[in-house]
């Protein structure tokens, strides 16, 4: 399946690879949807959004179950990295200028830290490239 956000209509979406079965996920309470990853073996989606209240939330692959993990001193959360080796979600901030990290990811439990990195390069709110 392939997901994605869309801005101007402020939905997730999915639909199959050949274009077949195309469904909205979410449609409520998305100001401005950024960046989403996926734990297909947990079956999660993670996003962002940088709208008014700017925030990282989570659901199931079907939209269900949603919830908000991170909603505080975030500006333009952007780009969303997910190490399911080290249960970890990494994003970047373009307002901020910071890469971040929270531990236990995949269980919702959320600690949150600046990263520490001998090589990165954060550009319009992308992640490059960067070491722990």
Do not use: H
């Not at 307002?95 to 319009?124: H, M, W, Y």
């Amino acid at each position: 399946n392939l997901y994605w956000t869309d801005t101007g209509t402020d939905r997730i979406e999915v639909t199959r690879l050949n274009g077949t079965s195309r469904k909205i996920l979410i449609s409520e309470n998305l100001d401005e949807p950024r960046a989403i990853v996926l734990n297909p073996v947990m079956g999660y989606m993670y996003w962002t959004d940088w709208g008014e209240s700017p925030k990282i939330e989570c659901a199931y692959l079907d939209g269900s179950e949603r919830r908000v993990l991170v909603n505080t001193s975030l500006g333009w959360p952007n780009g969303l990295a997910l190490d399911l080796e080290k249960d970890k979600l990494y994003w970047g901030d373009a307002k901020t200028d910071k890469i971040e990290v929270s531990n236990r990811a995949i269980l919702g439990c959320i600690l949150r830290k600046q990263v520490q990195f001998s090589c990165a390069a954060l550009c319009l709110g992308y992640i490059y490239a960067f070491f722990e």
